[in-house]
C-alpha cells in the first residue's frame, strides 16, 4: 500500500488497458481470496461471468487488486460464518462490481471519507483488523483511472455493498 501510495503521489501510479476477459479476473480474485476468507470463517461466493467471451478494456490486475482489497475489508468486517459475496453486471457500456458484507455497516458520516488515505471508520479499527488505512484510496485511485467511479452503501448493523464502475470500451 505505501509503494502504490508513492506512485499515486508521484504520478507514476500504472494503469496499463488492454482488452481482457471479466472470467480471468473473477479466477483471479477467487485464487487470491478464497484462503483468507476461509480463515476468517467467512464464506466467499464469487459470481461466474455469463459468457466465456465476456470482455473489457481494462488492467486486469488493477481491478484484481481493487476487488482483492475489497473482499479482504468485506472479510475481515464479516462476522464469523457471514458470507460475502462479489457480483457483477455488464451491459455494452459498462462493468459494475459489488462486494457485499453481513458487517457492521459504515455509519453516515464516514461513506465518502473512508475512500481518504489513513482513513478507517474506528481509530482501533487498524489495530484490531489490521490494515494502514490507504487500501480504499488506492483503490478509488484504480477505478478513477479507468475514468470510473466507487462508493459504498450501507447501513449501520446491516452490512455495506462497495460497488465500482468502468466503461467496458477504449475511450
Not at 471519507?113 to 483488523?129: G, N, P, W
Request: some cysteine.
Amino acid at each position: 500500500d505505501l509503494l502504490d501510495l508513492e506512485k499515486m503521489d508521484s504520478g507514476t501510479l500504472n494503469v496499463s488497458k488492454t482488452k481482457c476477459q471479466l472470467q480471468e479476473i473473477l479466477d483471479a480474485v477467487d485464487e487470491a481470496s478464497r484462503s483468507f476468507a476461509e480463515g476468517k470463517g467467512v464464506k466467499l461466493e464469487i459470481e461466474r461471468a455469463a459468457a466465456p467471451d465476456d470482455s473489457l478494456y481494462a488492467d486486469a490486475d488493477r481491478l484484481v487488486q481493487v476487488l482483492v482489497n475489497l473482499i479482504s475489508n468485506a472479510v475481515k468486517f464479516s462476522p464469523p460464518e457471514g458470507t460475502v459475496k462479489v457480483t457483477h453486471k455488464l451491459d455494452d457500456d459498462v462493468v459494475e462490481f459489488r462486494v457485499c458484507d453481513q458487517g457492521r455497516g459504515v455509519p453516515a458520516k464516514f461513506k465518502e471519507l473512508i475512500f481518504e488515505r489513513f482513513q478507517q471508520v474506528e481509530v482501533s479499527d487498524a489495530r484490531q483488523k489490521g490494515g494502514t488505512g490507504l487500501g480504499l484510496a488506492i483503490c478509488k485511485t484504480i477505478v478513477e483511472m479507468h475514468n470510473g467511479s466507487i462508493a459504498v452503501e450501507s447501513e449501520e448493523g446491516k452490512g455495506s455493498t462497495f460497488w465500482f464502475r468502468i466503461k467496458r470500451q477504449k475511450e
